[in-house]
């Protein structure tokens, strides 16, 4: 069974801080991507990474995949009380790619 | 153009009656995905629809759930008999075709008192 297990499950943090997020699995994905979700909203993509080692940069925000394809992180430089959110994970069913299974979640609070 | 529209946005109900939950997906997509998401955690795939191919009900969790997709557009799913483990918000997203990435609702808030 393909599981996408994230770390840490809650993070509160001061704004100014740095902070990083991690999606890790035993399997190895063909992609994976990062969602944001604030309250009483749906998911919001923030990046895909293909690439195995691959980093993406939006912003203040630091993407990579690992090597191996099996895990990413997510770093936040000088958090803003605007990252709060649920950060998820997600990556295609092995053989069914149009498919996605989504990680456990980060819950991170920002606090001005 | 709009997004992902959901109705109704909350629905509380009694255990054991029938609830509809609505999804219009934007317009041109021919890919649409229901999950589910209990409280704080992540999201549950449900079923997904591409076309005019038979939908992948894999992810259906009983044979109390069921979902359609009229003319290749709007959504419905259906819960029979509800139950109180049946409560969490029901999320649809749309995407433009194979591979490429979700465009999601703000979800259906579902309470099974």
């Known amino acids: 069974t393909q599981l996408l297990e994230q770390s840490p499950q809650f993070l509160s943090i001061q704004e100014g801080e740095n902070l990083t997020v991690y999606c890790n699995s035993s399997?190895?994905?063909?992609?994976l991507q990062w969602y944001r979700q604030e309250p009483g909203e749906g998911p919001v993509l923030l990046v895909t990474v293909v690439t195995g080692g691959e980093v993406k940069k939006l912003k203040r925000l630091t993407f990579q995949f690992g090597d191996a394809r099996k895990d990413s992180s997510l770093h936040i430089t000088a958090a803003q009380p605007g990252d709060t959110g649920l950060y998820l994970c997600a990556g295609p069913y092995r053989g069914a790619t149009n498919k996605l299974i989504f990680g456990t979640g980060t819950l991170l609070a920002v606090q001005p | 153009g709009a997004g992902v529209s959901q109705s109704p946005s909350n629905k509380v109900t009694e255990k054991g009656k029938d609830v509809e939950l609505r999804c219009d997906p934007i317009s041109g997509h021919t890919a649409l995905y229901w999950y589910r998401q209990s409280l704080g955690q992540g999201l549950e795939f449900l079923i997904y629809f591409q076309g005019n191919s038979a939908p992948d009900k894999s992810g259906l969790p009983s044979d109390r759930f069921s979902a359609e997709r009229t003319g290749g557009s709007v959504s419905t799913l259906t819960i029979q008999r509800t139950q109180q483990e049946d409560s969490a918000v029901y999320l649809c997203?749309?995407?433009?075709?194979?591979?490429?990435?979700?465009?999601f609702g703000n979800g259906t808030r579902l309470t099974v008192t």
């Open positions: 997203a749309s995407s433009p075709g194979q591979g490429t990435p979700l465009h």
């Open positions: 399997s190895v994905f063909s992609s």
